[in-house]
């Protein structure tokens, strides 16, 4: 299985201050049509997950500009330009080049 | 714009099967632009996929819950299901369905959860 590893775990911000979020895949995440199938969620507290970024970097339909995914291969960031009280949330990437599909552990961004 | 909604008992018995259903709206099940699937979040953790299925009925497991996981699909009912079978208290968790547009695990449009307790 592909491990998906995430850092920091836990990670306070300014509000207006930017935030970044690592993610690690075990092995290569390019699929055989050259794409690379990296998803990024967020979970607010007590909400379903919502996704914000689909194959590394295109942001889904109503997703603030504000929010960025980029990375190749093995190695992704999630950021955030200028975080706002909205952003308090665990954020997950989330490989699907292979099967099976497999989640990253989570990191919770919270205000100082 | 799709839209899915869980149901199914919130309390389940050790070694008894759980067993949840996906109702979705907004869109037909058949589309062949679609696959369902289901992921599930034990309390205070992050996410752990569980398996998907197409509506014609092609499966995909997590490989440490394939033995005990069947999917299915009702076209007529517009619902997909999960059934896990042999459950223990690591299975309590909120379950989660999802869609994915074009790709397997795209999991573009979330339900709202349901909590599932395996307890006697």
């Known amino acids: 299985d592909v491990v998906m590893t995430q850092s920091p775990l836990s990670l306070p911000v300014t509000l207006g201050q930017p935030a970044s979020i690592s993610c690690r895949s075990s092995q290569s995440l390019v699929y055989s049509d050259g794409n690379t199938y990296l998803n990024w969620f967020q979970q607010r507290p007590g909400q379903s997950p919502r996704r914000l970024i689909y194959?590394?970097?295109k942001r889904d339909s109503g997703v603030p500009d504000r929010f960025s995914g980029s990375g190749s291969g093995t190695d992704f960031t999630l950021k955030i330009s200028r975080v706002e009280a909205e952003d308090v949330a665990a954020y997950y990437c989330m490989q699907y080049t292979h099967w099976p599909l497999t989640f990253g552990g989570g990191t919770k961004v919270e205000i100082k | 714009q799709l839209q899915l909604q869980e149901s199914g008992p919130g309390l389940v018995k050790p070694s008894e099967t759980l067993s949840l259903t996906c109702s979705v709206s907004?869109?037909?099940?058949?589309?062949?632009?679609?696959?369902w699937g289901w992921i599930r979040q034990p309390p205070g953790k992050g996410l752990d996929w569980i398996g998907s299925i197409s509506y014609y009925g092609t499966t995909n497991f997590n490989s440490s819950l394939k033995s005990r996981v069947t999917l299915s699909v009702d076209t007529s009912k517009n619902q997909f299901s999960l059934k896990l079978s042999s459950v223990t208290a690591a299975d309590t968790a909120v379950y989660y369905c999802?869609?994915?547009?074009?790709?397997?695990?795209?999991?573009?449009?979330w339900g709202q959860g349901t909590m599932v307790t395996v307890s006697s």
């Open positions: 999802a869609s994915s547009r074009l790709f397997w695990g795209a999991f573009d449009i």
């Open positions: 907004g869109g037909s099940i058949s589309s062949g632009n679609y696959y």
């Open positions: 194959e590394v970097s």
